[in-house]
């Protein structure tokens, strides 16, 4: 039979197993780079607000987000480097990405979680 206090240690140590598993893990955006569902989810309305205009209503010189193909060899570069594109701008191949995308008002983390979420959508299943 378990004591009170053994049985009060073995039901603590339940709910910090339960903790474990049902604690949101971070999301893997890329190789060596995750982040938390919270962070990720903050960068969908950065997304949303400030990089949809181009990256999903955009044209063909834009990198659509969702479309695979068009991300592949970027994604390949690895994470700092989309998101020093990101955050100071860059010129491409097919066009001009303005330094976070025009929005000097955001922060780089602001950025770099937009990104983290167009990374992780153009590699989820679907797209192109
Ligand atoms: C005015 C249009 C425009 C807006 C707004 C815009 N982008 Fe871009 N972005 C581009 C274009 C065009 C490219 C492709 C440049 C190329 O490869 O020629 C690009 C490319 C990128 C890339 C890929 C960089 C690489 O190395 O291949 C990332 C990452 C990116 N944008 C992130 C963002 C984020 C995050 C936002 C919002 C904060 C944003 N963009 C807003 C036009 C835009």
Request: glycine residues 12%; proline residues 4%.
């Amino acid at each position: 039979m378990l004591k009170g206090k053994d049985f009060a240690l073995v039901i603590a140590l339940g709910v910090l197993a339960f903790l474990a598993i049902a604690s949101p893990k971070k999301v893997l955006i890329a190789e060596g780079f995750a982040i938390s569902r919270e962070e990720l989810d903050h960068g969908y309305l950065i997304y949303e607000n400030y990089c949809a205009s181009c990256h999903q209503d955009g044209g063909k010189e834009t990198p659509q987000v969702g479309d695979r193909q068009a991300w592949r060899a970027r994604i390949r570069q690895g994470m700092p480097t989309l998101v020093r594109h990101a955050v100071n701008g860059f010129r491409g191949e097919v066009g001009l990405m303005p330094p976070k995308g025009g929005h000097e008002a955001l922060t780089s983390e602001e950025v770099t979680r937009a990104t983290a979420w167009m990374v992780q959508q153009s590699t989820a299943k679907g797209g192109g």
